[in-house]
């Protein structure tokens, strides 16, 4: 059994950096193939994917969060880290972490078969 726990402050101001940490306990992120990735629900919207780091450290983002999105991770400690830049309220939202696998089509990278997800945490954006 896979757990992924996310963790990281419940309120960031706008403007700021916004810092989510997955922690992947009895796992491993560097196995072959597999994708960790995040994910948000806003609320009253859908599920969006906003990016992921792949077993060999390479990253892959939403096109439309690209500019502001970075994942790096430390398979030391089984943790991967979520960095949004700019946030406004907006960015207000549930934020998942899930392992899953990737495909390219349509230009860009999609995310299929999440298996295994974090609880979630909120983070709202506000002054």
């Known amino acids: 059994q896979v757990q992924l726990q996310e963790s990281g402050p419940g309120l960031v101001k706008p403007s700021q950096t916004l810092s989510l940490t997955c922690t992947v306990p009895?796992?491993?992120?560097?196995?072959?193939?597999?994708?960790w990735g995040w994910i948000r629900q806003s609320p009253g919207k859908g599920l969006e994917w906003m990016g992921a780091i792949g077993f060999s450290g390479n990253t892959y983002y939403s096109p439309s969060l690209k500019s502001r999105t970075s994942i790096s991770r430390d398979p030391s400690e089984n943790q991967f880290t979520l960095h949004l830049s700019s946030v406004t309220p907006e960015d207000t939202a549930v934020y998942y972490c899930a392992r899953g696998l990737l495909v390219y089509y349509s230009s860009t990278y999609h995310p299929i078969s999440m298996d295994y997800w974090g609880e979630g945490t909120l983070v709202t954006v506000s002054s």
């Open positions: 009895g796992g491993s992120i560097t196995t072959n193939y597999l994708y």
